[in-house]
């Protein structure tokens, strides 16, 4: 009667050791986020502030993949270019691609007269005094030289 008992609990162990073999999710890999930077070019001087970051929170809602990673806006600032066009920077937290984000921005919001990129050629504002922009850019030749004027 014993080695009956025996025989059951072995069984039993059997059975779940196959259960959890055959019916156990792998653990989801530990997605990392990181901050990534863009450039958002082409819009209108009139759009505030508050206007663009509802727009991108629009955007980022429309794709599906950008909004399962739960991209969220960090900071973001906008600086007129000229009367007729702003520039802006906004930071976001992802784990998708540099690249992959820009196009699927573009396809999102191709309903909005935004450009993204994350490749920072040539000057962008960054902030706006009273004054104008204050630009502050790195020219690198032998050595790193650092410069800051207005744009009145």
Not at 2 to 10: C, M, N, P
Not at 59 to 76: F, M, N, P, R, Y
Not at 105 to 116: E, K, M, R, T, V
Request: aromatic content about 8%.
């Amino acid at each position: 009667m014993q080695l009956d008992w025996i025989g059951v609990a072995f069984l039993a162990l059997i059975i779940a050791i196959s259960y959890q073999a055959i019916f156990r999710r792998p653990p989801k890999p530990s997605i990392t986020k990181r901050s990534l930077t863009l450039r958002i070019e082409g819009i209108p001087t009139e759009k505030s502030s508050e206007a663009l970051k509802r727009d991108l929170k629009s955007i980022i809602e429309q794709d599906t993949k950008l909004k399962d990673d739960s991209v969220a806006i960090v900071q973001h600032f906008l600086v007129p270019r000229d009367h007729r066009v702003a520039c802006a920077t906004a930071t976001i937290r992802t784990s998708v691609a540099a690249k992959e984000v820009v196009k699927r921005l573009h396809q999102a919001g191709s309903s909005y007269p935004y450009c993204f990129d994350t490749v920072f050629h040539g000057i962008t504002p960054l902030y706006e005094n009273h004054g104008g922009a204050d630009v502050e850019y790195v020219s690198s030749s032998t050595s790193i030289t650092l410069r800051s004027f207005d744009i009145a």
